[in-house]
């Protein structure tokens, strides 16, 4: 399957074969994608929980005002991200070279350690920019999936042990074999208007 395809046949489904199994190397191969995403700094703010446990799920579908596909999918993921990854610069440069680590890790230390909005900003665009690469790899693993927000943050963050002063919650995300059709199909808006040039208000694209 080409991109193209894995993009157009990806939707948000929210309803699934209650039978079915994701294996622990299926789910393997979806993340080795999912963290080749790009972050800043390539600080990789992004982590994963992986529910399986059905009393875990019936907890966090409570929290997710009884959207039924956290249980009936055969995986629900809670996509997390660590507030403090500039923490990690140090070990993300590790292997560069020296001048590389001097100039880089300070440098990413004083960008980020006061700046409270910024790191809330940066975890969140790292872990949705891996839940999307996740997301359309599963396609072509033949797998659905359907991004969640609709969760109560701080439940679900109890629920699975996330400390909000280190780690948000991003998003769930619930993977498995689709059951039935997509309702009907969701419409974009077209390129022509949300693209233009140079200003929001410019020409739109050719
Ligand atoms: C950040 C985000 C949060 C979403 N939250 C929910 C949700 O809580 N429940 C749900 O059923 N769908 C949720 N969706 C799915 C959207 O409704 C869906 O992506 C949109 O309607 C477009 O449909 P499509 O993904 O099938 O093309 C969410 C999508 C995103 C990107």
Not at 15 to 36: C, G, K, M, Q, W
Not at 55 to 80: F, L, P, Y
Not at 138 to 160: E, H, N, Q, R, Y
Not at 163 to 178: A, C, S, W, Y
Request: hydrophobic share 40%; glycine share 6%.
């Amino acid at each position: 399957m080409d991109y193209a395809d894995a993009v157009h046949q990806r939707g948000s489904i929210k309803t699934y074969e209650p039978d079915h199994n994701v294996s622990d190397a299926d789910l393997h191969a979806l993340f080795e994608l999912a963290v080749r995403a790009p972050s800043s700094y390539n600080l990789q703010h992004w982590r994963f929980i992986v529910l399986r446990d059905p009393t875990v799920r019936q907890r966090v579908e409570d929290a997710s005002w009884g959207q039924k596909q956290v249980t009936e999918a055969s995986v629900c993921i809670v996509v997390a991200a660590k507030l403090d990854a500039h923490d990690d610069a140090a070990r993300v440069y590790a292997s560069a070279p020296p001048a590389v680590q001097e100039k880089l890790v300070p440098m990413i230390g004083g960008f980020y350690a006061t700046n409270e909005q910024l790191k809330r900003d940066e975890a969140i665009r790292s872990a949705s920019l891996a839940s999307m690469v996740l997301m359309n790899a599963a396609v072509t693993m033949g797998l659905a999936t359907c991004p969640m927000i609709g969760f109560d943050p701080k439940k679900v963050s109890d629920i699975v042990g996330l400390d909000e002063e280190t780690h948000i919650p991003v998003m769930l995300v619930t993977l498995g074999k689709q059951r039935g059709e997509k309702p009907y199909r969701t419409e974009r808006f077209p390129v022509s208007e949300v693209v233009t040039i140079d200003r929001l208000d410019g020409p739109a694209l050719g």
